[in-house]
């Protein structure tokens, strides 16, 4: 069974722009995870996503946003990049929503520089 | 909301040694606690976990305890070998379709040869 694929795995862009990610779950899985992973703060999450609606939400501002499509594809986009938005963007798979509930399979992440 | 942190946050053992990693937790509501292992380009991948209706679990070299009136939980690698030098991370959950796993901030495990 394929594992979560990401695309891109890198991505620079300037400040100012913004980013579209890609993140494709196991096949099967309903649920889909984003985190944001940093040096100085570990993994944060960012949301959640099960059946293309949003079921949780971390403690980011509103210009990071998701989506998830009818085949549980999901894609988060950061609008308005700034400079502290540099992180690594792992997308994480689960067969159902909640991060107590089962097993969550992540991603290679995607790399974002922003300059 | 919870809050887990990780010591040390760097670690470095010989090779053949044990390895401790500790964490603990803030929220008493946490019943989950997975650990996860990240090498070098790549996501993190989970290597054990136990539930809060047990105090250990092991899997070959590895083992988790839990001491949930403490609120801390930790992750014994018995036999050391330079492939388990990486980045493990503990987190912590409740069950619920609306929780959320709430990461440590990784701790980096060198084993020298």
């Known amino acids: 069974k394929a594992g979560v694929t990401q695309t891109p795995r890198y991505l620079i862009k300037t400040r100012g722009q913004q980013v579209t990610l890609s993140c494709s779950p196991i096949?099967?899985?309903?649920?889909v995870s984003w985190y944001q992973q940093t040096p100085g703060q570990g993994l944060q999450f960012l949301f959640e996503?099960?059946?293309?609606?949003?079921?949780n939400k971390g403690n980011f501002p509103g210009r990071f946003s998701g989506r998830q499509f009818s085949n549980s594809r999901s894609e988060m986009n950061v609008s308005t990049l700034e400079l502290g938005d540099s992180a690594l963007y792992l997308c994480?798979?689960?067969?159902?929503?909640?991060?107590?509930?089962?097993?969550?399979?992540f991603g290679p992440g995607t790399r974002l520089l922003v300059l | 909301g919870e809050n887990v942190e990780q010591h040390p946050s760097t670690l470095s053992v010989q090779e053949g040694d044990s390895a401790v990693i500790k964490c603990t937790y803030s929220?008493?509501?946490?019943?989950?606690f997975p650990w996860y292992k990240q090498e070098l380009g790549k996501g993190p991948q989970l290597i054990i976990d136990?539930?809060?209706?047990?105090g250990e679990k092991k899997d070959q070299r590895i083992a988790v305890t839990l001491n949930k009136t403490a609120k801390h939980f930790s992750l014994h690698i018995t036999e050391t070998q330079p492939e388990d030098s990486a980045v493990y991370f503990c987190?912590?959950?409740?069950?619920?379709?609306?929780?959320?796993?709430?990461f440590g901030k990784g701790i980096t495990l060198s084993v020298r040869p």
């Open positions: 994480a798979s689960s067969l159902i929503p909640g991060g107590g509930e089962e097993t969550q399979y």
């Open positions: 096949s099967g899985h309903r649920s």
């Open positions: 996503y099960f059946s293309e609606t949003q079921r």
């Open positions: 929220d008493s509501a946490s019943n989950y």
């Open positions: 136990i539930r809060s209706n047990v």
């Open positions: 987190a912590a959950s409740y069950t619920g379709a609306n929780s959320k796993l709430t």
